[in-house]
Nanobody, 122 residues
Framework: DVQLQASGGGLVQAGGSLRLSCAAS????????IGWFRQAPGKERERVSC????????YYTDSVKGRFTISSDNAKNTVYLQMNSLKPEDTAVYYC???????????????WGQGTLVTVSS
């Protein structure tokens, strides 16, 4: 059974940290790009970060550069998003998604996690 399980969200004060996890089952990460997307109330979905396993490339949207770090543990088939120096504007539901190949494209993603809520209080 193919599945992505996102977890790690919660309530944190501004300046705090959270680590999100995206555990894959039923497939291996080797041929996939795993992306973290977020959607805040009333806003469009935004691609936050991506790690491409075929070539190791990493992407961050400008607003999280220097604060978020994406990483992968192939032995655990899990991708992490370490979020530091969180801001109220980071508040959103965070989703992980798997796209076959090199690029994290929401439209091309085959599998999606269920979403985990991150709330940053000021």
């Amino acid at each position: 059974d193919v599945q992505l399980q996102a977890s790690g969200g919660g309530l944190v004060q501004a300046g705090g940290s959270l680590r999100l996890s995206c555990a894959a089952s039923g497939f291996t990460l080797d041929d996939y790009a795993i992306g973290w997307f977020r959607q805040a109330p009333g806003k469009e979905r935004e691609r936050v970060s991506c790690i491409s396993h075929p070539d190791g490339s990493i992407y961050y949207t400008d607003s999280v550069k220097g604060r978020f770090t994406i990483s992968s543990d192939n032995a655990k088939n899990t991708v992490y998003l370490q979020m530091n120096s969180l801001k109220p504007e980071d508040t959103a539901v965070y989703y992980c998604a798997a796209a076959f190949g090199y690029y994290c494209s929401a439209s091309e993603s085959r599998y999606w996690g269920q979403g985990t809520l991150v709330t940053v209080s000021s």
